[in-house]
């Protein structure tokens, strides 16, 4: 079975700063990797995904991360921190043949201070 | 294009009753997936069903089922309602066209139920 770690259930940076969430997963076939954001009260809302490909994937609101196999890693970053972005990531991970079943961590709740 | 709808939004509950939860997902989408959200198992994956049948079952009693009608909505059902099943509850659809590529999984807002 696959598992994702979400290290830290809270990041705090301040506006304009870089926006690092850690996630590691565990799972014995090629995964498909998520990322998800939840804004209070409201469903998910899917920030980008890695498939097959590039291993830097690139995904809404100036979001990004990169799949690395050998670290079985999948981070988020945003080079520069907006208020706006203050809500919870999500990393999920899926695997075939049930690719649209998702296993996801415990969540990363990120703060921005002005 | 509407998003995934349902409802109710919020819902409260005693100890023994049961509930029905409805998800309408987006036109055209055939796979609905649901999620339990509680701050001490966070999200955790209930079932999943497509064109009627359900393909995937997480590791929840059976007190929680759910079924898929011939236009896609979906509902669940939990009987017997505990203090522990207070939670967000969530409804994801899909295309479930077979690409994992482009199928993307797109949430409802949730119901929020809470068993008093």
């Known amino acids: 079975a696959q598992s994702v770690t979400q290290l830290g259930s809270h990041v705090s940076v301040s506006e304009g700063a870089l926006v690092l969430l850690r996630c590691n997963y565990s799972?014995?076939?090629?995964?498909?990797l998520f990322w998800y954001v939840q804004y209070p009260n409201q469903g998910l809302q899917l920030l980008l995904k890695?498939?097959?490909?590039?291993?830097l994937v690139k995904g809404i609101n100036g979001f990004e991360a990169e799949f690395k196999k050998s670290e079985t890693s999948f981070h988020l970053t945003k080079p520069s921190a907006h208020m706006s972005d203050a809500a919870e990531y999500f990393c999920a991970v899926s695997v075939e043949p049930g690719y649209s079943t998702l296993t996801f961590g415990k969540g990363t709740m990120l703060l921005v201070s002005p | 294009k509407a998003g995934v709808t349902q409802t109710p939004r919020y819902l409260i509950k005693t100890r023994g009753q049961q509930v029905t939860l409805s998800c309408s997902p987006i036109?055209?989408?055939?796979?609905v997936s649901w999620y339990q959200q509680t701050p001490g198992q966070g999200l955790q994956f209930l079932f999943e069903?497509?064109?009627?049948?359900?393909?995937n079952k997480g590791n929840f009693p059976g007190r929680f089922s759910g079924r898929q009608f011939s236009n896609s909505r979906s509902e669940m059902n939990v009987s017997t309602l505990e203090l522990g099943d207070s939670a967000l509850y969530l409804c994801a659809s899909s295309l479930l066209a077979g690409d994992p590529s482009t199928d993307t999984q797109y949430f409802g807002p949730g119901t929020r139920l809470t068993v008093l």
């Open positions: 069903y497509f064109s009627e049948t359900q393909r």
């Open positions: 799972s014995s076939v090629p995964p498909y």
């Open positions: 890695y498939t097959t490909g590039a291993t």
């Open positions: 036109s055209g989408h055939r796979s």
